[in-house]
């Protein structure tokens, strides 16, 4: 397994862009279809994402996937 500091990446830019949009993880997944848990779990860098969920993601806080993916949020 690759020892990779995407999840840490990732985890930074959905608490960032989701305390941009001013909302709480409570109704960030509830807007992308996902558990509550699930968003806490991976800003807390315990779950890995698929692409579908990147999309939702990213969709629900109007940047891009890459932009999610990559360190401080600029692609």
Do not use: W
């Not at 279809?33 to 692409?51: I, K, S």
């Not at 806080?61 to 932009?67: D, G, L, N, Q």
């Amino acid at each position: 397994m690759p020892k990779s500091n995407l999840r840490q990446v990732l985890a930074d830019n959905v608490r960032r862009y989701r305390s941009r949009v001013g909302i709480s993880q409570d109704n960030f997944a509830i807007e992308c279809g996902v558990h509550r848990t699930y968003v806490g779990q991976v800003e807390r860098r315990e779950r890995n994402v698929t692409l579908a969920t990147l999309e939702l993601f990213a969709m629900a806080m109007h940047v891009s996937v890459p932009e999610l993916l990559t360190k401080d949020g600029v692609a």
